[in-house]
């Protein structure tokens, strides 16, 4: 079955830095990738989707990439701001017979002034 | 701009009761959707709703069933609540299907006795 892999172990990072979060999985490649950002005890929040032939996407602070070869997904947030701190969620679409998204399970960012 | 508003926020219930849970979208949105995220767990699909009087399983569809009888609300029932189904569960919407970003609710934390 399909598998998604993002580190379980916080991230933490002096403010000012970049930030780099990783997203990885295994078998079939998605068609598309999300990543959202939840906030302690409020729903996941939309940020970047990438396609499939698609290297890297941006906005603004935000950059992602898609290198189905070692089927991983890199997110960065450069000049990282305190305000960043939240958990970031991979989500990964197959299609094929019916479209269905996966979600990895998170890796939380904490960005220290 | 409301977005998605679930009710309640919170819920604690004792195994073998019933309830349900609601999801209001005001976006105009045809799709929905009805998640649980367990710890250290991606959000997982239970059911959804490609349009008004539709709806199909997911990934953990068991001991829960759904109802969209109106476009923006989309309910979620458990019919006799077991511990396993302690959890928090989002609903969220999209214009077009999972390719297209979703917009969440933050949540209902029910807890089962």
């Known amino acids: 079955s399909q598998k998604i892999e993002q580190n379980s172990e916080a991230l933490n990072i002096q403010e000012g830095k970049t930030a780099t979060l990783t997203c990885n999985y295994t078998?079939?490649?998605?068609?598309?990738l999300q990543w959202y950002r939840q906030d302690p005890g409020r729903g996941p929040v939309f940020l970047l989707l990438?396609?499939?032939?698609?290297k890297e996407k941006r906005k603004e602070r935000l950059k992602v990439t898609f290198d189905t070869t070692l089927k991983q997904s890199l997110f960065h947030i450069t000049a990282s701001q305190p305000a960043d701190s939240a958990t970031y969620l991979c989500?990964?679409?197959?299609?094929?017979?019916?479209?269905?998204?996966?979600f990895g399970a998170g890796t939380r960012l904490a960005v220290h002034p | 701009n409301a977005g998605v508003t679930q009710t309640p926020k919170f819920r604690v219930l004792k195994t073998g009761q019933s309830m349900t849970l609601l999801c209001a979208q005001d976006?105009?949105?045809?799709?929905m959707y009805w998640y649980r995220q367990d710890p250290g767990m991606g959000l997982r699909l239970i059911h959804y709703?490609?349009?008004?009087?539709?709806?199909a399983k997911g990934e953990v569809p068991d001991g829960y069933n759904v109802s969209r009888l109106k476009k923006q609300n989309f309910l979620l029932g458990l019919e006799s609540a077991a511990p396993s189904q302690t959890s928090v569960y989002f609903c969220?919407?999209?214009?077009?299907?999972?390719?297209?970003?979703?917009?969440f609710g933050d949540g209902t934390r029910l807890s089962i006795l």
């Open positions: 969220a919407s999209s214009y077009g299907g999972q390719v297209q970003p979703q917009h």
């Open positions: 078998n079939y490649s998605p068609a598309y």
């Open positions: 990438i396609r499939e032939n698609e």
């Open positions: 989500a990964l679409l197959f299609s094929g017979g019916y479209n269905k998204l996966i």
């Open positions: 976006m105009n949105h045809e799709y």
């Open positions: 709703s490609v349009g008004e009087g539709t709806t």
